[in-house]
Nanobody, 119 residues
Framework: QVQLVESGGGLVQAGGSLRLSCAAS????????MGWFRQAPGKEREFVAN????????TYADSVKGRFTISRDNAKNTVYLQMNSLKPEDTAVYYCALKFVGRLKYDYWGQGTHITVSS
């Protein structure tokens, strides 16, 4: 089993920045991909970004490209999401997730952290 705990959410004004962290514990050996997703009120959960096991390959949703940066520190089993130039439409609950290489779906999810961007 893997446990994921997010932190770093909060209230920020439009144009501001926040950094989310997600610490993984438990069965974290092996190669795995970590991702960030978000769910805005009344909307379905959507993909934000992911990063492969060695941090070399990253993928972003078009809506956050150029503003968000995903990174990871394998020594700490932690993934980060640096969010800059935040917009009110970034308001959502942000979730980190983990899947092992070869898996189609993310198997493990954090509890989520709220971000509110005020205009």
């Amino acid at each position: 089993q893997v446990q994921l705990v997010e932190s770093g959410g909060g209230l920020v004004q439009a144009g501001g920045s926040l950094r989310l962290s997600c610490a993984a514990s438990g069965r974290t050996f092996g190669s795995y991909i970590m991702g960030w997703f978000r769910q805005a009120p009344g909307k379905e959960r959507e993909f934000v970004a992911n990063i492969n096991w060695n941090g070399v390959s990253t993928t972003y949703a078009d809506s956050v490209k150029g503003r968000f940066t995903i990174s990871r520190d394998n020594a700490k089993n932690t993934v980060y999401l640096q969010m800059n130039s935040l917009k009110p439409e970034d308001t959502a609950v942000y979730y980190c997730a983990l899947k092992f290489v070869g898996r189609l779906k993310y198997d493990y999810w954090g509890q989520g952290t709220h971000i509110t961007v005020s205009s």
